[in-house]
């Protein structure tokens, strides 16, 4: 009798224990969002979380694998504002631009959290639960550039996969340039390098 009991108690903690830890990272959000990333430390998401910084410690090592958290938690966001932005689409080719002008618009506008996610290419020794929510989040993004890609181009299998990747890799380094401001002064936007590339695919 005692074995059925057991369960549901356990089910209360884990499900306290995904209470808390999702606290914290809407502590971490909100502490991004009004004052920057650099302002996120473990103190201070603890003091808007109205917790013990010592009781973040019981969630996360250290501000690092917060963040990392934090920036998987928007990227997810961000490939279902891709989806849905080519959703709304009339065209495959459309779809591909409306979905890649998403993944632009919230990497070169003052999106604090999505400044983190740089952390993910360093990010090394991570829970192996958060190291596959990255994993699954990375993907997804891949996947709401490369259905329209594929539908608008025809392309398959590895030239597919290649062309995904190309646009996924420029789209970074264009954010980075742009966030550096270094395109205004050679003479391009953003958006024109953006439909330049579209406009090169096979």
Same mark, same amino acid.
């Given at each position: ?13 884990? /499900? ?14 909100? #502490? ?8 996120? @430390? ?8 109205? %917790?013990?910084?010592?009781? #973040? %410690?019981? %969630?996360?090592?250290? +501000? /690092?694998? $917060?963040? +990392?958290?934090? *920036? ?17 689409? !009339? ?12 993944? $632009?618009?919230?990497? @070169?506008? !003052?999106?604090?959290? &999505? ?14 639960? &958060? /190291?596959?929510? #990255? @994993?699954?989040?990375? +993907?997804?993004? $891949? ?11 025809? &392309? ?8 995904? $990747? ?11 340039? /742009? ?19 579209? *406009?090169?695919?096979?």
């Amino acid at each position: 009798m005692s074995a059925p009991a057991g369960k549901p108690a356990e089910k209360r903690r884990e /499900d306290l224990r995904g209470h808390k830890r999702s606290s914290i990272l809407a502590a971490a959000r909100r #502490v991004c969002g009004q004052h920057g990333p650099e302002a996120l @430390t473990i103190r201070a998401v603890a003091a808007e979380a109205g %917790y013990a910084p010592g009781a #973040v %410690y019981s %969630y996360f090592s250290g +501000i /690092d694998e $917060l963040a +990392i958290a934090l *920036a998987a938690e928007e990227l997810g966001h961000l490939a279902r504002r891709m989806r849905e932005a080519a959703e709304r689409a !009339n065209s495959p080719q459309a779809a591909l631009e409306a979905a890649a002008q998403e993944a $632009l618009n919230a990497a @070169t506008g !003052n999106a604090p959290h &999505l400044r983190l996610a740089g952390r993910l290419f360093s990010a090394e020794g991570l829970p192996s639960g &958060l /190291d596959r929510s #990255v @994993t699954g989040r990375v +993907i997804a993004i $891949l996947e709401a550039l490369g259905g329209p890609l594929r539908a608008a181009t025809g &392309l398959e299998g590895a030239d597919a996969h290649r062309e995904i $990747l190309c646009l996924a890799a420029f789209l970074i380094g264009l954010h980075a340039l /742009d966030a550096s401001g270094r395109l205004a002064p050679l003479g391009f936007s953003a958006e024109s390098l953006l439909a330049h590339r579209l *406009a090169s695919l096979p």
